[in-house]
């Protein structure tokens, strides 16, 4: 599986950013699909996946980001309003056939997209 991330750049804070993620899996309909996150000097941290029938967020981030999919594009999105400085990372989507969507155990791995929130 192949995933193309897309959609970041620069915007300051209270702004909003939409992340697209294509994957090129024939059966995306049947791949979780989640998005996480590496600051500068932090560890890689989960921001939200999305399943067939269900979606999770981490705590930081509910109510502010909305994760959906359309399986038609096969393509995944991430919704970022009210965006903080603290959301300032390279965001990376993930897809894994099964297993549960905060787990890191994602077996493909896009290239990145960067955000920045200046304040």
């Known amino acids: 599986v192949q995933l193309q991330a897309s959609g970041g750049g620069l915007v300051q804070a209270g702004g909003s950013l939409r992340l697209s993620c294509a994957a090129s899996?024939?059966?995306?309909?049947?791949?979780?699909m989640g998005w996480f996150r590496q600051a500068p000097g932090k560890e890689r941290e989960f921001v939200a996946a999305?399943?067939?029938?269900?979606?999770a967020y981490a705590d930081s981030v509910k109510g502010r980001f909305t994760i959906s999919r359309d399986n038609a594009k096969g393509t995944v999105y991430l919704q970022m309003n009210s965006l903080k400085p603290e959301d300032t990372a390279v965001y990376y989507c993930?897809?894994?056939?099964?297993?549960?969507?905060?787990?890191?155990?994602?077996?493909?791995w896009g290239q990145g997209t960067l955000v920045t929130v200046s304040s």
């Open positions: 899996e024939r059966t995306f309909s049947v791949i979780v």
């Open positions: 993930a897809a894994k056939r099964a297993g549960r969507l905060t787990t890191n155990d994602y077996n493909y």
């Open positions: 999305i399943s067939w029938s269900s979606t």
